[in-house]
């Protein structure tokens, strides 16, 4: 029996593969059918205001919008809850496109990637921007599977609001299948992470079986979330013809023969007309008062002072204001519902974006005051484009952005030059003289930022920001380095899960290929490229089969390169499983000099996750090791780490202490390495419960059988 256990990187997502793999091609089948039956219409884009006839005033409005009425916003959820849907319907009644797109036809406007429009899934994030009743509305729409999580931590990390969307028919996607529940888990944690406000909407409230009551309850329960439910729907399945605006009291219905659903009426709800949907309104609005001052202080002053007796004459402004503040500090969230296909219920999701979640300057970042107004922008996002190369998005947090300028990237300690200024309209990039902070630009001519990047408008004023960072930090006593402070939060980036080779259609066409890879990597850094050394080989490893396989598709269609891809393989890892105490000795002549060296170590699983080994001294070698020594020590664990016995699959999860290392002078630390190197392996070979019985010839200090991980 093996004293080593071994997993793959991530069992999630391994387990949930097959479910996604199953939707994906049926996904993809269905799309295949609809290329078959009709060629890609294009769509049609209005321009944007202001750019037709030279009009300053309003060019001034579009480049610097109040910073108060900027709302950067993600759409967030699992797949298939509607996000791509929702987010057509967004930009069609914002007036920026004449059309509605439909994910089921393939032409999305946000799903603009080939593969994306013919899959029907969002694999790349795009960044819209458009206006909303006077609010600058910059919305991102974020990737569901599990593949493209990176996409998902990558925007969170730019955002100030996110509205996530459930399939009302599904809860928060519990019902039927419990790796799901994990997805959508996963997408709310990590907006509570990056601590993004949210405001839910309940999609396909048309749907038969939508059940308002069960989603809103599971969003209680499974994501242990207050909901405030700021609507009620009027009907479900499909009766479902519209919503009640709770706080408003006022009763929202689309016209039944609207076929884009521009056509509703807001009433208000009165005693002669709907007596019982009024009074059903009336307990909701107390309800959720109630609860609104019970998460904040001021409101509960005011409804306990003046409104005490009768919530009624509570003014609708009052409680949104409230509301607002709640939202703000995550106590709550508000929850609308509505049905994305059926063209319901989205523009009132979009006044609740401008009301409820916050301008960029409601959000606390204490770096801002570092920077007094000079530039501060993190790169959040490179896409490669062939004809204007890199072309990196920004969200700017300070300063303004000018193309034909210098920016200094903080992280790669370069400095280089933006050559032009755009506006990202989905595939459409509208060239822009400035942008102002809060907004999301997109810039042309940067070749070394990349993902995560933090840029300022020179090194010296880094050097201004990092000294008023030293000084606040003394004042707070803080320990970070003030590099490290300067620095926005990057993305972190998982570990591929998956590998496979990757072969282009002839040697010649490797440097392609190269070139390829690099752009994409720079793009995409859950994407990475290996190079077998035994074989030579190109190794693709990613996230998942799908990332490999969009990969594999992207590079035929944007680089003309027909490559070949070998069997998929699992990222395994190797695990010990007990402590180990073992020793071992070298000693070889090598010429006229003898390298003796003798090694006692222990080796023990550790409970938290980690790639490299953690190397410990007890106290008695401690202090009369030297340097060289050290290294030679921690160069000889590393190597062992590299090849599991098992699979040859590297070694995490590992803390080894060293007791003592005996060497008689002139060993070479080649050979001390070599003899850590040794040891370890026979830590690995270490038979499990058996080993004190045996004779592999070291001592075991205990046994306790920890649970696999895996
Ligand atoms: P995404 O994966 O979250 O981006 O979801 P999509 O927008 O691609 O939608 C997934 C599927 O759900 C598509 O077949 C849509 O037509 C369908 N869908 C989206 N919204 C609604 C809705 O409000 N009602 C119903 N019945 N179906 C919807
Ligand atoms: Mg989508």
Redesign the pocket.
């Known amino acids: 029996m093996s004293n080593l256990r071994i997993f793959a990187v991530n069992r999630k997502k391994i387990s949930s593969l097959h479910y996604f793999n199953n939707m994906c091609s049926s996904k993809i089948r269905a799309s295949l059918k609809r290329v078959k039956l009709h060629v890609l219409l294009g769509r049609n884009y209005s321009s944007l205001p202001g750019l037709i006839g030279n009009d300053i005033k309003s060019l001034h409005s579009i480049i610097s919008p109040p910073i108060a009425k900027i709302r950067n916003i993600g759409i967030m ?10 987010t057509e319907r967004i930009l069609y009644y914002s007036g920026y496109t004449r059309s509605l797109g ?3 036809d393939g032409d999305t406007v946000t799903d603009f990637m080939a593969q994306e429009r013919e899959r ?3 694999i790349q994030s795009a960044a819209v921007t458009f206006d909303w009743k006077g609010y600058r509305i910059n919305l991102i729409d974020t990737p ?1 599977h599990v593949d493209f999580t990176l996409e998902v931590e990558r925007c969170l990390r730019v955002l100030d609001g996110a509205v996530a ?1 459930f399939d009302a028919s599904a809860g928060v996607e519990v019902k039927n299948i419990a790796k799901v529940k994990a997805q959508t888990l996963t997408v709310w944690r990590q907006a509570d992470k990056h601590k993004v406000p949210r405001i839910c909407f309940l ?5 038969t079986g939508a059940s308002f009551n069960y989603a809103v309850e599971s969003i209680r329960e499974k994501l242990k979330a207050k909901p405030l439910l700021l609507q009620l729907p009027i009907g479900e399945g499909k009766a479902f013809k519209g919503v009640v605006d709770v706080v408003g009291k006022e009763k929202l219905l689309w016209n039944p023969n609207s076929d884009d659903g521009k056509d509703f009426e807001r009433k208000p709800l009165l005693e002669t007309r709907d007596p019982k949907l009024l009074k059903e309104t009336t307990e909701a609005r107390n309800a959720l008062i109630e609860q609104v001052a019970d998460l904040d202080d001021e409101f509960a002053d005011l409804v306990l002072g003046e409104f005490s007796e009768n919530f009624d004459l509570l003014p609708a402004e009052k409680l949104q204001t409230a509301i607002h503040r709640v939202t703000l500090a995550q106590t709550a969230v508000p929850v609308l519902c509505g ?4 063209n319901k219920g989205v523009q009132p999701l979009l006044d609740a974006v401008t009301l409820y979640l916050p301008s960029p300057e409601e959000r606390n970042c204490e770096f801002l005051q570092w920077y007094k107004g000079d530039l501060c922008a993190l790169a959040f996002k490179v896409l490669h484009d062939k004809q204007r190369g890199p072309l990196v998005f920004m969200r700017i947090y300070s300063g303004m952005l000018k193309p034909q300028t210098a920016i200094h990237n903080i992280n790669g300690n370069c400095t280089e030059r933006i050559s032009r200024l755009l506006l990202p309209f989905a595939d459409q990039h509208i060239e822009i003289p400035l942008l102002t902070a809060g907004n999301i630009a997109l810039t042309v001519g940067l070749k070394h930022t990349a993902t995560g990047d933090t840029v300022v408008s020179s090194e010296s004023s880094a050097l201004a920001a990092s000294r008023r960072a030293r000084r606040e930090g003394a004042k707070k006593q803080k320990g970070n380095s003030e590099a490290e402070r300067l620095l926005l939060a990057g993305v972190e980036i998982p570990e591929p899960v998956f590998f496979c080779t990757i072969e282009p259609p002839s040697m010649a066409k490797q440097p392609d290929l190269d070139h390829a890879l690099k752009c994409l990597q720079r793009e995409d850094p859950s994407l990475k490229v290996k190079l077998d050394p035994d074989s030579g080989q190109t190794i693709l490893c990613g996230m998942g089969e799908l990332h490999i396989e969009i990969i594999h598709d992207r590079i035929k269609r944007e680089y003309g390169l027909e490559t070949y891809l070998g069997p998929l393989q699992v990222a395994y890892r190797e695990a010990i499983l007990n402590s180990v105490h073992a020793t071992d000795t070298l000693d070889r002549t090598l010429g006229d000099k003898r390298h003796l060296v003798t090694v006692e170590l222990e080796a023990k699983p550790m409970e938290t996750s980690s790639l490299l080994p953690v190397i410990e001294y007890a106290a008695s070698v401690s202090g009369d090791l030297s340097q060289a020594s050290r290294e030679a020590f921690e160069n000889g664990v590393h190597s062992a780490c590299l090849q599991g016995p098992l699979l040859g699959s590297p070694v995490q999860d590992l803390a080894v202490t060293l007791h003592s290392l005996v060497i008689h002078p002139g060993t070479s630390t080649t050979m001390i390495s070599a003899c850590v190197s040794r040891c370890l392996q026979k830590v690995w070979k270490c038979p499990n419960p058996f080993c004190c019985n045996c004779d592999c010839g070291f001592h075991c200090i205990h046994f306790i059988s920890l649970p696999s991980k895996g």
Not at 77 to 86: E, F, Q, R, S, V
């Open positions: 959820a699992h797949i298939d809850a509607g996000k791509t849907t929702t439909d994910v089921d029907g899934i969002t569901g969307v999609n396909k409230m048309d749907k049905s994305a296909l059926k």
